[in-house]
């Protein structure tokens, strides 16, 4: 097996990354939500979170999510255009379909779709309003239900301060730019409020690219002594054209072109999401909490092969969401347990027409669920779960009207052990699924008969972590069994269910505060994603790598200028849909980023540089057709060097 050298350099950072003394102090917990679904400590928690704090956030100098988690955590991170309007978050190693098999939550809202394949929109994450991140590693199927199956990531937002306005304008390459502006106040009753806007334009690095970008976030919240409310709303407009992909030769004449096929390609969406949420404590142990949720997304697109040109074409989703929960937190001999018992109940109006017919879809997504964390003694405790879904479906095409229906039952067990304030050890089991989307149980393209089972699976983890002021430590091995597991087949044009699939991996991550102005960080990742059984038993998932890792550094210079710089590594990959494992395969590669703040009094002057080293590559591929219907490797070209440079101003 062939390491990439960029991979033997970063094992040997970590490994050079960890001291052989360390203060004996330890860091108080910290509170999570992802565990419960409601705030706890991380202590009790049998899995792997790991926080990205607003500190990080803008030590990164990062203007986009895409940017922020490629390489962190466990994250392995595909754009189709080298932005984050088309890009993946890949967990436990799915590639195509990680869109459907990684939750991404803002504040517990849902941005998957469980209706159809669109992946979640990265975009919609301004990262000036988010406070913190965290990523859960592993299944959360048993507490968050659909489509958590290799990971999470929660988005936690701002809440509003006292009465503070901000002003950002940014430039950067390929005539970029964008304009924000932010108030908020506490009002000091009760009530506060916060106000948001932004503009974004570019060219982007490649022809028939151009994107521009308008994003509105209104929040309003009241608290009050047992409890609180708040409303929030957000306004998405999106235009962007779309360049399609590029064979190998194309690459080598000229990596920014869009090939003729595709020039008029385009993708235009509307979004409008609002949100209505309460928490009210309930005597002395019990809270409740829940929120209610309308999301509607209206887009026009085309999308053209290369052997014939595309149609406009459009999509419309309409979601409406529930998600009560009960809270209590009961006094035990041995500690505080943690019981949480909710439902999740979703109804999807989804409609898509093109030049191939009409796909709509009415789809309704019930869940029930518990989970009871408790300590078992002072250094012990214990997590079990269970859920029950409901799925039922109504298809209508140009030649059938079906009705699809399924439910699942799943569970999860985990244990903590903690004997001493430095030092935790956990195990967990948790059974997980995902239900098929409409353009997964039909395919208006190629005709394929209706129905396609859904999936389901069960993941094993144990991990270790050692936390001390100036190391902090973790270790996680994993399995993940699936059965069914739900992939697109480029060879024969269909969605298919993979009889049986296994990943098994192991995630060192490490932080080093070499001395107060100066730290570094990394992690290294290996993941052996294989199908176990069927007709592609032995063969490699697509656009998985086996090996990544990540290398990173924060530089105080002075009290008022800082360096960040990291440098993120990938081994090679089979390319999407190819599951005979017989076209080219996507190289690996390894780039540098990095960058800079300076800041005085109310002014903040950030550069970010991306890919520092100038590196040619490609972030993506997919098995394609030339216009002869030959199957090729195509190939999605990331951006060359590149930065950003942006001017803030808080009053």
Known sequence: ???????????????????????????????????????????????????????????????????????????????????????????????????ANTLVLVDGRRLNNASDRADPDLNSIDLHRVERIEILQGSAGTLYGNQAVGGMVNIITREPEELTAKASVGVGSYNGYNLYADISNNLGNGLSYRLSAKRRESDN??????????????????????????????????????????????????????????????????????????????????????????????????????????SPSSQEREVKGFNPRLIGVLPLSTGDATLTAGADFERTDYALETSFGPQ??????????????APMTSWASATAGF???????????????????????????????????????????????RFATVDEHTNVVFGQPIGIENQTGTSYE????????????????????????????????VNTNLDETRREGVILETRWQVKQTFSLGGNLNYTDPTITDGAFKGHHIPLVANRSAQLNGDWQIASQWSLFAESVFSSERVIGGDFNNRLQRLPGYGVVNAGSHYRSGPWHLSLRIDNLLDKHY??????????????????????????????????
């Open 360 to 373: 709509l879809l009415d789809q309704s997504v019930d869940a029930f669920y518990l989970q009871l964390t």
């Open 1 to 99: 097996m062939k390491i990439h050298p960029g991979y033997r350099l970063a094992s040997a950072c970590l490994i050079a990354l960890t001291p052989s003394t360390v203060p004996a102090d330890t860091e108080l917990p910290s509170l999570i939500v992802s565990a419960s679904r409601t705030e706890q400590p991380s202590l009790l928690t049998p899995a792997s979170i790991s926080i990205i704090s607003r500190a990080e956030i803008e030590q990164s100098a990062a203007q986009n999510l895409l940017q922020l988690l490629s390489g962190r955590h466990g994250i392995q991170v595909s754009s189709l255009f080298g932005d984050a309007s088309q890009a993946t978050l890949d967990m436990r190693g799915f590639g195509p379909s990680a869109g």
């Open 618 to 651: 490609a972030n993506s591929a997919s098995a394609g057709f030339d216009a002869s219907f030959t199957q090729r490797a195509a190939f999605f070209p990331a951006p060359e060097r590149n930065f950003w440079l942006n001017l803030n101003y808080r009053l």
């Open 462 to 493: 144990a991990g270790i972590e050692w936390r001390q002021p100036a190391l902090r430590s973790k270790l996680v091995i994993y399995r993940l069994n699936l059965e069914n597991e739900i992939s697109f087949d480029a060879s024969g044009f």
């Open 205 to 310: 690095f490649r022809e028939n690219n151009d994107t521009n970008r308008n994003d509105l976030n209104l929040r309003l919240d009241y608290d009050h002594q047992s409890g609180g409310l708040f409303f929030e709303h957000q306004c998405v407009d999106d235009d962007q054209q779309t360049p399609g992909s590029l064979f190998r030769e194309e690459l080598e004449v000229d990596r920014n072109q869009s090939a003729t096929a595709y020039h008029g390609d385009f993708s235009n969406s509307k979004s409008k999401i609002s949100r209505f949420g309460l928490q009210q404590t309930l005597g002395l142990y019990w809270s409740v909490e829940g929120e209610l949720t309308y999301r509607d997304n209206e887009r026009e697109f085309q999308s053209s092969f290369r052997s014939f040109p595309g």
């Open 387 to 433: 859920r029950h879904a409901r799925i039922d479906n109504i298809i209508e095409t140009n030649t059938s009207h079906d009705r699809l229906d399924d439910s699942v039952n799943v569970g999860s067990l985990g244990i903590t052990f903690r004997p001493t304030g430095a030092f935790r050890l956990f195990l967990r089991l948790d059974e997980n699924y």
